[in-house]
C-alpha cells in the first residue's frame, strides 16, 4: 500500500521479478543436492536418510523462503514478525508437520522418510536459511544501489 499500483500494461511479472524467481529456485534446488550429496558421499549414510535430508532442507527451505517474499526490496527484521502473525502460525504449523512426516512411523511409511538426529536438523537448517541469507544480501545491495551508497 506504500507504492502505486502497477501501469496496466506493465506485467506482473516483470524481467527482474522473473530473474529472481529463477535465481531464487536454483539456489534452493542446489542447498538441496548439496546436502544429498554431502548425506550420500561425507556422510556415508543410507539413501533413504539422505532423501529424508533433502526432504526436509527442500521443505524448510520454502518455510523460510515465505518470509522472504514479504518484500522485494525490505529486509525481513525491517519488515517485524508480528506485523504478517498469520504467517508466523502457518511457518509453524508446517514445520510440525514435516516433523511429524519424518518422525512418526505411519507418516514414515507414506513419505518413505526416517528418523534422523539432532545435529541432522540442525545442518539441515543451516543449508535451508542460506537462500533467505542471500537474498537478504541481494536487498541490501540493491537498497544501496538504489541510493547511490553502493
Known sequence: MER???KQDEPVINKYIGNLIIIQGLIIAV??????WYSLYIEKVEIIKARTMVFFVLATSQLFHSFNLRSNTRSIFK???????KLVYAVLFSF????????????????????ITGTDILLAILISSLPLVIMEITKMTGAKKQRGIY
Do not use: D, G
Open 96 to 115: 510440525l508437520l514435516q516433523l511429524l512426516v519424518i518422525y512418526f512411523p505411519m507418516t514414515q511409511k507414506i513419505f518413505k522418510t526416517t528418523s
Open 79 to 85: 519488515l517485524k514478525f508480528s506485523t504478517n502473525m
Open 31 to 36: 542447498c538441496s543436492l548439496f546436502i544429498f
Open 4 to 6: 502505486p499500483p502497477r
